[in-house]
């Protein structure tokens, strides 16, 4: 049986100053997720851009020549949250089996992606 994709999905607007730091933890939760077998090695991190004015875009565009699970969409003007995020959906939805979203500034605690994932393999 073939694990399912999983696609994070991170809004993004003006985060320069956070958005390595979020990459490299994001990251980190992937990998673990894959190395125990809870999702698919295709498994992504999707930043949309949601036209933001700083080196955003430029950051998304570097860390995925460099981060295999890093993807990028730039939407042409900043749409707003709700849009970007809505964007992100649809895009991961036409990819992945499973869809999770986190701001980019982590103030969520990104442990609740692997009990969110570890409910889903139990049944929930």
């Known amino acids: ?6 696609t994070i ?3 993004c607007f003006n985060e320069e100053e956070v958005l390595k730091d979020t990459i490299f933890k994001l990251s980190k939760v992937l990998d673990e ?3 125990e077998a809870h999702v698919s090695k295709e498994s992504k991190l999707l930043f949309v851009d949601d036209g ?3 080196r955003t875009w430029g950051i ?3 860390e995925s020549e460099n981060n295999l699970f890093v993807t990028g969409l730039k939407l042409s003007a ?5 849009n970007a995020l809505i964007a992100g959906l649809k895009t991961a939805n036409e990819q992945s089996d499973w869809v999770v979203s986190i701001d980019a ?3 969520d605690d990104i442990n ?6 570890e409910r889903i393999l139990e049944g929930v």
């Open 9 to 11: 999905v991170v809004p």
């Open 105 to 107: 500034d982590l103030q």
């Open 52 to 54: 933001s004015k700083d």
């Open 112 to 117: 609740v992606i692997r009990a969110f994932i």
């Open 78 to 82: 900043n749409m707003g949250r709700q």
């Open 33 to 35: 997720l894959m190395e």
């Open 1 to 6: 049986m073939s694990k399912p994709i999983l």
């Open 60 to 62: 998304i565009e570097a």
